[in-house]
């Protein structure tokens, strides 16, 4: 839902479980969407990212799923380890300018 | 991938001065953009940074408030003018080569504080 100064959405998880995090975006005419991970201390760190003509894409423990339909986009991480614990930011973009948008953000806290 | 410095990496400046951040790549890249990140808040697009002329700027940012320069393919700043507490974010430098098969990199920002 929305979230407002420091109230990012949450999502909780145990060690090894496997985590969803979504993405609603607005823009119809965005062709690329893009998963970042930020660190507390750290700029954001690419994960993984999409085009608008792929449903799916998978990399190491990771799997970004496109539905153009319903403008949503999520990311799946598997077996969540302690080091995934960050903030998530989903991210898009149209044309040939390469300028994102962000989302909104979620923590994600992983319980040992 | 590309690696991305700032500098400074934080800084606690009074209202009314300017600070001028310094972004480094270490390979030369097509776009340098610059974020700002309000505490606990997500990134939002300040300019792009164009090299050889002047800054594209977003909605509601202007140049007279963030002069920026990019006098090569290699090297930005951002200077953060007449600093009011509003002022008081994380700065993130970002650069992409124009290849469709890279993803943008960013610096790990800049976190100012204005009292």
């Not at chain 1, 799946?76 to 390469?98: H, K, L, M, R």
């Not at chain 2, 997500?42 to 509601?60: C, D, K, P, W």
Request: net charge neutral; with cysteine; proline share 5%.
């Amino acid at each position: 839902g929305e979230s407002v100064g420091l109230h990012l959405p949450t999502l909780s998880v145990q060690e090894g479980d496997n985590s969803i995090i979504n993405c609603a975006y607005s823009n119809s005419a965005s062709d690329y969407f893009i998963w970042y991970k930020q660190e507390s201390g750290k700029g954001p760190q690419f994960i993984i990212d999409i085009r608008s003509n792929m449903d799916k894409r998978q990399g190491q423990r990771v799997t970004v799923l496109l539905n153009k339909t319903v403008k949503h986009l999520s990311l799946q991480i598997a077996a969540t380890q302690p080091g995934d614990s960050a903030v998530y930011f989903c991210a898009e973009s149209g044309g040939s300018n390469y300028k994102l948008t962000f989302g909104k953000g979620t923590l994600l806290t992983v319980n040992p | 991938s590309a690696v991305i410095s700032q500098k400074p990496s934080r800084d606690i400046c009074q209202r009314g001065t300017s600070l001028t951040i310094q972004c480094q790549v270490d390979s030369q890249v097509t776009m340098m953009f610059w974020y700002r990140q309000q505490p606990g808040q997500s990134l939002t697009l300040i300019a792009t940074a164009n090299q050889g002329s002047e800054a594209t700027y977003e909605s509601g940012f202007v140049i007279d408030k963030f002069p920026i320069s990019r006098p090569n393919l290699t090297f930005s700043t951002l200077t953060v003018s007449n600093m009011s507490p509003e002022d008081s974010s994380i700065y993130l430098c970002s650069a992409h080569t124009g290849s469709p098969s890279q993803p943008q990199h960013f610096g790990d920002g800049t976190r100012l504080s204005i009292l």
